[in-house]
């Protein structure tokens, strides 16, 4: 059914719960699975931005990465693990998902500045990743 599942984390709720969900189907389907985060600067910073802050971004997507992964390790399920510096979420995404059959993603991350049924990346991923997609919330 799905041989490769990408699953996009934020360390969010819901990126848990996909997590949850990604590990389930995997051990199912006998899939192979990988854990992604995109380590982005968001335009406010850029002005401000130091070898420092981008490496604290880089750091918080290793420790996010490697939380999530803990879920799979625990199962004694195989997970691979994938960080992606400098591209926006989505396009960093949709890039690497053209490797897969299925995305996970929650449907709303850490930033809930827009109180939508799907956050922004959700949103634009469902548009943009040529594979299938399970939103998680």
């Known amino acids: 059914m799905f041989s490769k599942i990408l699953v996009a984390t934020d360390g969010s709720s819901n990126a848990i719960r996909g997590a949850k969900k990604a590990l389930e189907l995997a051990k ?10 995109v380590a982005y600067v968001p335009n406010l910073y850029i002005g401000d931005l130091s070898s420092e802050l981008l490496e604290s971004f880089i750091e918080d997507g290793r420790r996010i990465l490697k939380d999530t992964a803990k879920i799979f390790k625990k199962a004694d399920y195989p997970v691979k693990t994938k960080l992606i510096r400098g591209k ?15 995305v996970i993603i929650g ?19 469902v548009h943009c990743a040529p594979c299938s997609i399970l939103l998680v919330k």
């Not at 979420?89 to 490797?99: D, Q």
């Open 28 to 37: 199912l389907c006998n899939s192979e699975v990988t854990l992604v985060y």
């Open 88 to 102: 926006k979420p989505t396009l960093g995404i949709c890039a690497l998902a053209k490797k897969y059959d299925l």
């Open 107 to 125: 449907t709303r991350g850490l930033h809930k500045k827009h109180e939508r049924a799907l956050g922004s990346i959700s949103d634009c991923v």
